[in-house]
């Protein structure tokens, strides 16, 4: 009896979570300049769970250091960082942390919004 394609499906799926807690240690070992098994040992130690404490501030250091960067706006830092619009705003707030959008940047938004609310 063929298995249901179902299973196949859980199977590239779990495939995909290993695939991107590798990249998320490779992309760690060369940020930090650390060799990988330096790396995965704190990994460990820190414990690699989308909850844990130092999984989640790794991904809002990483979210504010992008935003900072003009990389990416602030409703995308918070949902990077996996926390809300006004959660970030206040992180940003206490870190003294200024929008990096110039004037010019900030008009074209401004113009942006009023096309799209007419």
């Known amino acids: 009896m063929p298995k249901p394609k179902r299973r196949k499906f859980e199977i590239k799926k779990k495939q995909k979570r290993r695939e991107k807690r590798v ?3 490779h992309n ?10 330096t790396s995965l040992k704190k990994i460990i130690s820190e414990g690699f ?4 404490p130092g999984a989640k501030q790794y991904k809002l250091e990483k979210a504010i250091k992008q ?11 918070a949902e990077n960082a996996g926390i809300s619009l006004w959660e970030i705003m206040d992180e940003l707030k206490e870190r003294n942390i ?4 110039g004037e010019e940047e900030f008009a074209q938004g ?3 919004l009023q096309k799209v609310w007419k």
């Not at 935003?67 to 830092?77: C, F, L, P, V």
């Open 28 to 37: 760690i070992t060369n940020r930090r300049g650390i060799d990988p098994f």
């Open 67 to 77: 935003y900072q960067e003009g990389k990416i706006s602030i409703g995308k830092a």
């Open 49 to 52: 769970k989308k909850k844990s």
């Open 98 to 101: 200024v929008n990096p959008l």
């Open 23 to 25: 990249l998320v240690t």
């Open 110 to 112: 401004l113009k942006n």
